[in-house]
């Protein structure tokens, strides 16, 4: 194929051109800073309103629930900082997962050196959490429970819907991690039981340096960022107009024809699955095998690498990712492929292949037969495939 | 990320495979670490006629054993033992620095495919005295 076969949809989407167009004009015509009171400034203004009423819509939310943020990072560094310090006089204790993204992991590891405890829940083979320990893990001190919607590396979905029933029975604030859940999955704060909540607009077809928080009416949260008066005196920076905007278009266009959509990934995604596992032997699926991101495939071959599987598949224009060692830049494999309990040495050769708008069945099937011949190349290498073979 | 040279050998690696009647054998690196290499090599007097290897690991660990075998191959066993990581690394065009252990593990297979063809001939080879082949790159 002559064009780029892009699988990592996880990582970061193209913006889409409808998106783009509405954002163009708030670059260099539409530029008025929000805060101003000229009309050019309002303008701005007006624009940024909209597209937060958008955002709420999309989740159930009130507009003025919606804060925005640089993103996915932030909003979760926001929701967890911002709920230990406005509420450590009630207690100082976390509960978290194993497997959340390193942006709530390390906000955690951080909180720990200040002096809060934190509680990594397990997760079992596919990737749940286990509600019975998060039940026995609240204690009097317990301020937040902060769950991932789905998991961005093997997709699995959580049980969100029972976890906000805990929390709210418990009287707990419950923080989730949907970057990778919100455009893809429907999502109701209020069926849930969602305090806060954090999302990125390029996961969806956004643009990069901009998401939101969601945080519930009377929740107790400190700002994160302190300065001027935008976002209601919670978070302070003239406004990312054109990103808001853009964030705003890109939410709407991805709930639109949503059912037809996921109806469409989860076919591409079981074909591929179904192509991986019935034309090559010795690989696995990680993360639960129906309850997950609709585009989301995530294997492990084993005695093969998975950088070096990453590059061959780049030679041949196809681009995913791994959870190995080598593309982490750290000595260890990915913490969530270790805490569903694979070994090291399986863990390394693990792929991600996240599926998006605009893959096709053709893109999956030439996938799928460029894989076997990869593996297969790289097997041929490997001592570890060798030692398969003799039996030993 | 890589060097071209990096991925022309990681593309077409050189003397991937193994010697079945090998004088001498080498495995170092560690599953759990994500990179193990096998070395095999026929030496006849003290000159290495053939080296084969196979490399469980990432790209630059499969350039980094492919060179390696180019190096030593046809040289005598004195001069194998100065293949030195870094001369491996620098015929790559350089590795990044996260991936300098693939060199480190590549003169490794080296020796410890030296030490083997020693240990089974009952002779000694200067310099792999303390050589300890267990030893992990990791940490240095």
């Keep these: ?392 | 990320m890589y060097s071209e040279k990096v991925m022309e050998h990681f593309r077409n690696p050189r003397n991937v495979g193994e010697i079945e009647d090998a004088d001498g054998i080498g495995e170092v690196g560690n599953p759990k670490c994500g990179d193990i290499m096998k070395m095999y090599l026929k030496i006849e007097d003290g000159v290495i006629v053939d080296v084969k290897f196979k490399t469980f690991g990432c790209g630059s660990a499969i350039a980094s054993s492919s060179m390696a075998t180019e190096m030593v191959k046809g040289k005598t066993i004195e001069e194998a033992m100065k293949v030195t990581n870094k001369a491996v690394a620098e015929a790559l065009d350089g590795l990044p620095p996260i991936k300098m252990h693939c060199s480190v593990l590549a003169e490794q297979a080296i020796k410890a495919a030296l030490l083997d063809y020693a240990k089974k001939n009952n002779i000694e080879i200067e310099g792999l005295e303390d050589f300890d082949p267990t030893e992990d790159p990791h940490e240095h």
């Excluded at chain 1, 406004?239 to 705003?248: D, T």
């Design chain 1, 1 to 392: 194929m002559d064009k780029l076969i892009y699988m990592d949809n996880s990582a970061t989407t193209p913006v889409k051109k409808e998106v783009l167009e509405t954002m163009l004009p708030y670059f260099s015509e539409k530029f008025g800073n929000p805060s101003s009171v000229y009309s050019l400034g309002s303008q701005s203004k007006v624009a940024v309103e909209e597209s937060r009423e958008k955002i709420a819509k999309a989740i159930g939310a009130k507009p003025k629930e919606i804060f925005f943020t640089a993103g996915g990072s932030e909003a979760d560094n926001w929701a967890i900082k911002g709920i230990a310090y406005a509420n450590k006089e009630k207690g100082n204790h976390i509960i978290t997962s194993k497997i959340e993204h390193h942006g709530i992991l390390h906000t955690c590891e951080y909180l720990e050196k200040q002096g809060f405890k934190v509680t990594y829940l397990d997760v079992d083979e596919y990737g749940v959490v286990d509600l019975e320990q998060l039940k026995d893990s609240i204690n009097d001190e317990t301020i937040l429970i902060s769950i991932m919607y789905a998991n961005n590396e093997i997709g699995t979905i959580q049980p969100v819907e029972e976890i906000g029933q805990i929390a709210k029975e418990k009287g707990i604030y419950f923080h989730t991690d949907a970057v990778q859940a919100v455009g893809h999955i429907k999502i109701d704060v209020n069926k849930l039981n969602i305090d806060m909540l954090s999302m990125a607009a390029h996961k969806f077809y956004g643009p990069k340096g901009i998401g939101a928080l969601y945080i519930r009416q009377g929740v107790k949260i400190d700002p994160l960022i302190s300065g001027g008066g935008q976002e209601r005196n919670r978070r302070a920076g003239t406004e990312n107009v054109p990103g808001i905007v853009g964030m705003g278009k890109a939410i709407e266009l991805a709930y639109k024809d949503i059912e037809e959509k996921n109806q469409k990934l989860i076919y591409l995604r079981e074909r591929l699955i179904k192509g991986i596992l019935d034309n090559i032997d010795h690989v696995r699926l990680n993360g639960h095998p129906t309850n997950r991101l609709p585009g989301n495939v995530n294997v492990c071959f084993e005695f093969i690498e998975g950088e070096s599987l990453l590059l061959s598949l780049d030679m041949e224009g196809i681009a995913a990712s791994s959870g190995s060692a080598c593309t982490s830049g750290t000595l260890d494999p990915s913490h969530v492929l270790l805490a569903i309990g694979l070994p090291h040495e399986i863990a390394h050769g693990s792929l991600r292949l996240s599926l998006g708008d605009f893959n096709t069945e053709e893109e999956i099937d030439y996938v799928v037969e460029k894989l076997v011949d990869i593996v297969a190349r790289l097997r041929a290498m490997s001592p570890l495939y060798e030692k398969v073979k003799e039996g030993k």
